[in-house]
T-cell receptor, first 112, second 112 residues
Framework: SQTIHQWPATLVQPVGSPLSLECTVE??????LYWYRQAAGRGLQLLFY??????ISSEVPQNLSASRPQDRQFILSSKKLLLSDSGFYLC???????????FGPGTRLTVT | QQQVKQSPQSLIVQKGGISIINCAYE??????FPWYQQFPGKGPALLIA?????SEKKEGRFTISFNKSAKQFSLHIMDSQPGDSATYFC???????????FGTGTRLKVLA
């Protein structure tokens, strides 16, 4: 069966510090991968999605970037965090032609 | 045209009652409509989904009703239980586009 992992689970970072969040998927190959951000009590904001290694589409211009160095690995990065980057970051995957999308457990990021 | 409008924003139901959450869309290219359930601090979990070629799909106490002509779909939770208290998101996606358009979410509270 397929499993999606995210780490770390929680993170507290000062303003201006770098960020690296990692997501990996097991049990499938060539998944579509997604990064979402969810502000407290709010909806899901799509940040990036990827349909293959090195193929990244950005939905929201900001100080975040994403990379996909391996087929089942998706990384969200920032060189300098802002207070507004605080939120719940969710990674998700979908299996090619199948449309079901599955979410990871999330990373709670607090920028102080 | 890419939006999915979800209502109500919040809902309080007595135990054993029926919870109804509605979503509406404009883009007729959408061909897959999932519902997600999210508990606090967790990633959303796929609950049930429907394609536009059927008008209703039932899984246990959860039913999706789909009205293609009105471009609306709804989630019905029968015999609502306190354990159903969560935030529910509808979504819509077009095959091949890889992008999921989410509603803004409904916070459901079921009173014991």
């Amino acid at each position: 069966s397929q499993t999606i992992h995210q780490w770390p689970a929680t993170l507290v970072q000062p303003v201006g510090s770098p960020l690296s969040l990692e997501c990996t998927v097991e049990g499938t190959s060539n998944p579509n991968l997604y990064w979402y951000r969810q502000a407290a009590g709010r909806g899901l904001q799509l940040l990036f999605y990827s349909v293959g290694i090195g193929q990244i589409s950005s939905e929201v211009p900001q100080n975040l970037s994403a990379s996909r160095p391996q087929d089942r690995q998706f990384i969200l990065s920032s060189k300098k965090l802002l207070l507004s980057d605080s939120g719940f970051y969710l990674c998700a995957w979908a299996g090619g032609v199948r449309l079901e999308q599955y979410f990871g457990p999330g990373t709670r990021l607090t920028v102080t | 045209q890419q939006q999915v409008k979800q209502s109500p924003q919040s809902l309080i139901v007595q135990k054993g009652g029926i919870s109804i959450i509605n979503c509406a869309y404009e883009n007729t290219a959408f061909d897959y409509f999932p519902w997600y359930q999210q508990f606090p601090g967790k990633g959303p979990a796929l609950l049930i989904a429907i394609r536009p070629d059927v008008s209703e799909k039932k899984e246990g106490r959860f039913t999706i009703s789909f009205n293609k002509s009105a471009k609306q779909f709804s989630l019905h939770i029968m015999d609502s239980q306190p354990g159903d208290s969560a935030t529910y998101f509808c979504a819509a996606v077009t095959s091949g586009t890889y992008k999921y358009i989410f509603g803004t979410g409904t916070r459901l509270k079921v009173l014991a």
